[in-house]
């Protein structure tokens, strides 16, 4: 399925768009489990992030950012998390 928990849209710059997919995974905690889930996510939703460039329209400049958010299962989380987004 491709139905991410969260996607945001930010049109405000006239003739660019900025997308956002954000997804969430819980994995075991443990550094290699976490990296795959992570790149999981990236790979699951690029497809996605295609058919929104592709969809936005030809006068519109579309930027698409792919957020996994994994968290370990004892409540890890990654880290530089707060870096990924710039909105």
Same mark, same amino acid.
């Given at each position: 399925?491709? +139905? ?20 969430? $995974?819980? $994995? ?7 990296? +795959? ?11 996605? $992030? ?6 936005? /329209?030809?006068?519109?400049? !579309?930027? *698409?950012?792919? *957020?996994?958010?994994?968290? /370990?299962?004892?409540?890890? /989380? *990654?880290? /530089?998390?707060?870096?990924?987004? !710039?909105?």
């Amino acid at each position: 399925h491709t +139905r991410p928990d969260l996607i945001l849209m930010d049109g405000a710059t006239e003739g660019m768009l900025k997308v956002v997919v954000v997804d969430v $995974a819980i $994995a075991f905690d443990e550094d290699a489990n976490m990296q +795959r889930a992570h790149q999981m996510k990236i790979e699951h939703y690029t497809e996605l $992030a295609h058919a929104i460039c592709a969809g936005s /329209g030809v006068e519109t400049e !579309t930027k *698409v950012e792919i *957020v996994p958010i994994v968290v /370990g299962s004892l409540g890890v /989380g *990654v880290d /530089g998390l707060t870096d990924t987004v !710039t909105f």
